[in-house]
């Protein structure tokens, strides 16, 4: 069987979806340092989610050691999370957004390999743009432990409520206003998110919905 037919055949993301849902949820609601181990747990689930796409492209060595190395590492970024050194917490935020960011690359990835669009792609166009979202926040996350000073603008509380709101009016591009980021690194990164949030708008969801339900174009054959 061909790898375009594979794709097309195996690509299933409403799972992710419900789970990334369940992931920004729980991380919205929860403030404590378990909450950001439980966080983490919802992280390394959506990158297995997400790796077992790749399973016809990587030798099964390859995939097993992916699988183990996520784990492992996993482990180590909550017994960080669970921590009370700021370093620590810090380093599990990007532990949390390195991950968040590959399992980002691996949905797009096969997402743009599918035969057809068709409700699967656009759940998986969905589930990379809330990846996105909760990337950015892990990072706004981690440069709030390593940097000094307060995150937010007018002593605005931080925590992983208000940061994955902060992330998301910033990746819509609604600015709202109320939480603004403090310092230049807060900034750089929040005009990146902007940036982000359009580029993957204006490209990769406009041209699913334009090719909504028609077979993609092969091209012809070399003679």
């Known amino acids: 069987m061909a790898d375009d037919e594979q794709t097309g055949s195996q690509a299933r993301y409403g799972l992710l979806l419900v789970t990334l849902i369940a992931a920004f949820l729980v991380s919205a609601a929860t403030e404590s340092r378990w909450g950001g181990a439980v966080h983490v747990a919802f992280v390394a689930a959506v990158l297995l989610l997400a790796v077992r796409h790749l399973r016809y492209r990587l030798p099964p060595r390859a995939a097993l050691l992916a699988v183990s190395a996520a784990l492992a590492t996993a482990v180590a970024a909550g017994i960080c999370a669970t921590s009370a050194s700021e370093t620590a917490q810090g380093i599990a935020d990007i532990w949390n957004a390195l991950m968040l960011l590959l399992t980002v690359v691996i949905i797009v990835d096969r997402v743009l390999r599918l035969d057809q669009v068709t409700a699967q792609s656009m759940y ?4 990379a743009y809330l990846l996105i979202g909760l990337m950015f926040a892990s990072f706004f996350a981690a440069l709030a ?5 307060p995150f937010f603008a007018d002593g605005q509380p931080t925590n992983s409520g208000t940061l994955q709101y902060f992330s998301f009016t910033t990746l819509t591009t609604l600015g709202y206003g ?3 980021a403090a310092g230049s690194f ?6 990146l ?14 041209r699913l919905v334009s090719a909504y339900g028609r077979p ?8």
């Open 193 to 206: 998110e902007a940036l982000s949030g359009q580029v993957f708008l204006a490209t990769l969801v406009a």
């Open 145 to 149: 432990h390593f940097v000094s000073g």
């Open 178 to 180: 109320d939480f603004t």
């Open 186 to 191: 807060g900034r750089a990164l929040a005009v």
């Open 216 to 223: 993609r174009r092969r091209p012809p054959p070399d003679d």
């Open 124 to 127: 998986g166009a969905l589930s």
